[in-house]
DNA sequence: GCCAACGTTGGC
DNA sequence: GCCAACGTTGGC
């Protein structure tokens, strides 16, 4: 089992939204970056995954989410109406993968970036560092029972 | 809306 | 392989 945290912005997919989507849970499509591909990469069944709501009036972790597929080529990469297009990308030769994620849990208030400064366990982990744009963080058993400590 | 930080691209 | 230019991310 490992742990993970990945960001969305809520007005796209919100923990409301994967919570909505049910037992097939939602694709997890666009990610464009090679270090968070490789990460998705590593993804298996059942993995724990912390959603991150950014670039929104409430920013912070929102709950945990489960990985239900593991990663498979990006459908939106050969799709040239899609703003994931990519003209690099074919079916012989994928360059992107997405994974599907269900609803696990929402927390009874989303906890802030401003908190998650201050939980120890944290100190030196991406998410709270300056300049940060990795959207898939993986995460330490520690520093995944520390954030969902403070839910309780 | 601003802007710092970062990843990617492309010319050389 | 270097690095300037560019586009994007993401907190404020």
């Not at 849970?25 to 991150?52: K, P, S």
């Not at 993968?97 to 009874?108: C, E, G, N, Q, T």
Request: proline share 6%; hydrophobic share 40%; aromatic share 10%.
């Amino acid at each position: 089992m490992n742990y993970w945290l990945m960001k969305t912005e809520p007005d796209e997919c919100s923990i409301n939204d994967i919570a909505k989507a049910g037992e097939q849970g939602v694709l997890w499509d666009g990610v464009r970056n090679y270090q968070a591909r490789n990460f998705m990469r590593e993804m298996t069944l059942g993995d724990q995954v912390l959603i991150y709501h950014s670039s929104c009036k409430t920013i912070g972790i929102a709950g945990i989410a489960e990985v239900c597929a593991a990663a498979f080529p990006d459908p939106m990469q050969f799709d040239s109406n899609s703003p994931y297009f990519d003209a690099k990308a074919s079916p012989e030769k994928p360059r992107w993968d997405a994974i599907r994620l269900r609803f696990v849990a929402k927390f009874s208030n989303v906890i802030s970036l401003e908190a998650l400064k201050k939980v120890n366990p944290l100190a030196g982990n991406p998410l709270v560092k300056k300049g940060n744009r990795l959207s898939v963080i993986p995460f330490s058993a520690e520093e995944f029972t520390a954030v969902k400590a403070l839910n309780d």
